[in-house]
């Protein structure tokens, strides 16, 4: 069974889920993919893990580096866990493209090449928004692409950071 809570950020509405000691979801109410990680059986309890998330978040959101987060569980196929690891890797208020993402992950295989498209399809179905940086990933330009939770919120998000979003939106208004 998984415990779930609702928190208010400045940016909406959030739906966080946790089974037994790790975090296991957390969506923007309404962005795609919401709540796609929730079993059947849930309640709304708050549990450490959850509490701990929550703390994370108000740090978060009120501009600071909060630290290490909460143990995280995401449940998807080993080529996403792959690329959610390198997501967490990407540092606090800097971007990586998709293709950059592709390479690292072509290395680790021992491949060439490796598909920024289906790195854009695992980042897209990141079930631990924030935590799990997917705001962070530019396009091959470094605009802003695609964010499960809105374009608007990605941006929030690095600028909150302090990520130079005024020349990711100047690409994107540009294209």
Request: hydrophobic fraction near 45%.
């Amino acid at each position: 069974m998984q415990q779930v809570i609702w928190y208010s950020s400045p940016l909406g509405r959030m739906l966080l889920a946790a089974k037994e000691d790790a975090l296991t979801g957390l969506w923007f109410e309404g962005q795609a993919h919401f709540g796609a990680a929730l079993g059947a059986e849930r309640e709304e309890e708050e549990t450490p893990v959850l509490t701990a998330a929550r703390r994370w978040l108000d740090a978060y959101f009120a501009g600071e580096r909060p630290g290490d987060s909460v143990p995280l569980r995401p449940a998807g196929t080993v080529f996403q866990q792959a690329v959610w690891a390198l997501l967490r890797r990407i540092p606090y208020g800097e971007t990586m493209t998709y293709g950059a993402i592709a390479k690292k992950i072509a290395a680790a295989r021992g491949l060439s090449r490796f598909s920024a498209q289906a790195v854009g399809g695992a980042v897209g179905r990141n079930p631990i928004a924030v935590f799990i940086p997917c705001h962070r990933v530019v396009g091959a330009d470094g605009s802003l692409t695609g964010y499960a939770g809105g374009l608007a919120r990605k941006e929030a998000l690095l600028r909150l950071e302090g990520a130079d979003v005024a020349a990711c939106s100047a690409r994107r208004v540009g294209r």
